[in-house]
């Protein structure tokens, strides 16, 4: 049973950019869920996807947005970066339906700087 | 708004003594809450849980307590032990489709 894996590790990109970043779920689980976590911070929930749909979202501007495959693995793409959007972006997958599931499972995350 | 909080960032224990690290929150519609622990360079790793139904949760050296009419929750580790040295989390849910994370406690069991 393969965990959650995400790439790339780290990733710098300038202000303005686009950024996308990759997550594959943990076998079985066909949810997955992003967050934000800044120095010192806790993770900040962005959106979950549950079969491909999006299945709920937190206080981000649409320009993060997201996708879910059919193999259920994701991706956030933030565009027109922003100084504060440098944080270890987080995504995290678990078995579950449309009314969620509780045991999220992480990958290491990404660390993203926007200079 | 932090909706869950963790007022203490930094917890020192001897080992083999207990550890508690405590979590508030605001939010009366939480109906589950969980503990995370994270290590430097790795993703948070699920802990234990425990539903709103529940007042206590127990596995094995680790037991979550949940006071509703207060709003607070601590998780206590008994006996410490050194590898327990790392950054726990609370967080909280609402159905499961959006979790709440506090700021996190870390904690240091000293040898």
């Known amino acids: 049973e393969t965990g959650v894996t995400q790439s790339p590790t780290h990733l710098i990109k300038t202000r303005g950019q686009q950024v996308t970043l990759r997550c594959s779920s943990q076998?079985?689980?066909?949810?997955v869920s992003w967050y934000q976590q800044a120095l010192g911070q806790g993770p900040q929930f962005i959106f979950q996807?549950?079969?491909?749909?999006?299945?709920g979202r937190g206080n981000f501007p649409p320009r993060f947005s997201g996708l879910q495959f059919p193999n259920y693995s994701s991706e956030l793409n933030v565009n027109a970066l922003e100084l504060d959007d440098s944080a270890l972006y987080l995504c995290?997958?678990?078995?579950?339906?449309?009314?969620?599931?509780?045991?999220?499972?992480f990958g290491p995350g990404t660390r993203l700087t926007v200079t | 708004d932090q909706q869950v909080k963790q007022n203490s960032p930094s917890l020192s224990v001897q080992e083999g003594r207990i550890s508690i690290l405590n979590c508030d929150y605001t939010?009366?519609?939480?109906?589950?809450f969980l503990w995370y622990k994270k290590y430097p360079a790795e993703g948070p790793t699920f802990l234990i849980s425990?539903?709103?139904?529940?007042d206590k949760n127990e596995d094995g050296r680790f037991t979550v307590f949940l006071n509703k009419s207060a709003k607070h929750l601590s998780l206590h580790i008994v006996p410490s032990q050194p590898g327990d040295s790392a950054v726990y989390f609370c967080?909280?849910?609402?159905?499961?489709?959006?979790?709440?994370f506090g700021t996190g406690t870390s904690l240091t069991v000293i040898p």
């Open positions: 995290a997958s678990s078995e579950g339906g449309l009314a969620g599931t509780y045991e999220q499972y």
């Open positions: 076998s079985g689980h066909n949810t």
């Open positions: 996807y549950y079969r491909e749909e999006e299945n």
């Open positions: 939010n009366s519609m939480f109906d589950y």
């Open positions: 425990i539903s709103s139904i529940k």
């Open positions: 967080a909280a849910s609402i159905t499961g489709n959006q979790f709440y």
